[in-house]
């Protein structure tokens, strides 16, 4: 058996959770959590679907969710609603008594494996050679343990799309470039925030393994990985050009993971937890258009019937990675939990752990 057949293997379900009702599943992951008391803990990321956040005993972003998984010491189990890399965080903040469960190994993100651990190994070969000891590597924390446990090793740190203008800051007081990976518009958006021209900043292909730049490379500050999301890079300044001529009075908000372009041309652009606290803080009969995640959008909306929200792109879909978990896989998950508590662990090692660690407390104890 391959590989991919073993991991599809792996997360298929048995055909009797597809045919159970929806109320008959919500009863199973019920009885589970009422069983299992503070034994159990569920976070769920923002970008979940509905019917699996409702069980979730906390919601909130990658970064938070791994914190609050670390601080809840009572649990045994952590049943992760989220993507590969968000388990990944929450087993290295906790300790080796407590099991972390992603529901279904699927559910990963496109962003982060544009980065693996082998390209940007060689990429560091090449960038070092060519620009010597001068560059310091940071992370966006949508990325693989790997990549995390590499900043940490030499030097650098990770980021949030909170706190990536406090890190940038920072790292300019370390070297005098940095490469940031995986993403390269909040790179790009953050670094141009602090005054770092565009004409200073070069993509890094690692396909080709080469700059992308033109001129003189020795002015070059900022490294960016040719890595994207593949949601906010689907908004583009043809749909603000069209709200705005349709619809004047709405306010434009974005995610930093957005292009440049779109970045510049709307009201407002900051991190999921950003964009949620404007849409809470907004008066009443105020008018948005939201470019971020749908289920997040599909969600304020639900949440604030007094404000007009809708997607600045008309046809966006949910994250296709982000919507792998759902109400079956909970209910499966977590009716394994007893009986085959390793179903579908995340497990880090040892010498990643140390490093990717490193690399998170060099942020934590900057924001």
Known sequence: MSILEAFKQQSL??????????????????????????????????????EVIQFADTTGDSLQLAQQSALNQEAEFIVFCGVHFMAETADMLTTKDQTVILPDLRAGCSMADMATIHQTERSWEKLQALFGDTILPLTYVNSTAAIKAFCGKYGGATVTSSNARKMLEWAFTQKERMLFLPDQHLGRNTAYDLGVALEEMAVWNPDTEQLEYEGDVEKIKVILWKGHCSVHEKFTVENIAALRESDPAMKIIVHPECSHEVVQKADYNGSTHYIIQMIEKAASGTKWAIGTEMNLVNRLRKNHPDQEIISLNPNMCPCLTMNRIDLPHLAYALEQLEQNPTYHKITVNEETTHYAVKALQRMLERV
């Not at 048995?14 to 009422?34: F, G, I, W």
């Not at 159990?40 to 970008?47: D, E, K, Q, S």
Request: no cysteine; proline share 5%; hydrophobic share 30%.
């Open 13 to 50: 379900l048995p055909e009797s959770y597809y045919a159970m009702s929806e109320d008959e599943l919500k009863k199973r992951v019920q009885a589970v959590k009422e069983k299992m008391g503070k034994r159990l803990f569920i976070p769920g990321h923002h970008y979940q679907k509905d």
